[in-house]
């Protein structure tokens, strides 16, 4: 390991040197207040060498070890292929368990979906009924549902309320 380490921290310092040396012969630019092209590459560099000579250092001490680290859960192969241990397997039915209950099939949750469904069908409605109001970035040739779908399945939900609120479909 610590030979292999040693090797890797040579080479690792060596690349970072090159990489710097190119850095530097970076054209400049002219624009006022601006930091120079070779700024960044220099910071990543200079990162990049202070990891390499902490590999070297612990390499030339011999104290290249992990420490301590935490043990991850057993995962054992079962029938099928990789299974999650009893332990975990638990955990993470509690964890789905409360988010179902919790989150995703609450009131507040279900009622914002049942809006954005809503505003969906509306906006879906109107540009099946007018697929002339479509921006041009859609098939011509396409049926009117198709370019519909498209369309209304392309927007963010800030857009689609804004589309609804200004064609008065909500």
Known sequence: ?????????????????????????????????ATGPSFFPVVVVTCFLILAAA???????????????????????GKYGIALSAAVLAATDLLREYLFDRVYLAEPTVSQAQKGQTIVRALFRHYEAHPETIPGWSLV??????????????MTDPFARRQATDLNLI
Request: aromatic share 4%.
């Open 55 to 77: 590999l070297l250092i612990q390499a030339m001490r011999g104290t290249a070890s992990l420490g301590s680290v935490p043990a991850l859960p057993k995962i054992s192969l």
């Open 1 to 33: 390991m610590r030979k292999r380490n040693l090797i890797s921290a040579a080479v690792l310092i060596a690349f970072g040197i090159g990489y710097a040396v190119l850095a530097v012969q970076l054209p400049t630019r002219n624009i006022e207040n």
């Open 141 to 154: 040739s396409d049926p009117p549902s198709r370019r519909a779908a498209d369309y209304v399945s392309g």
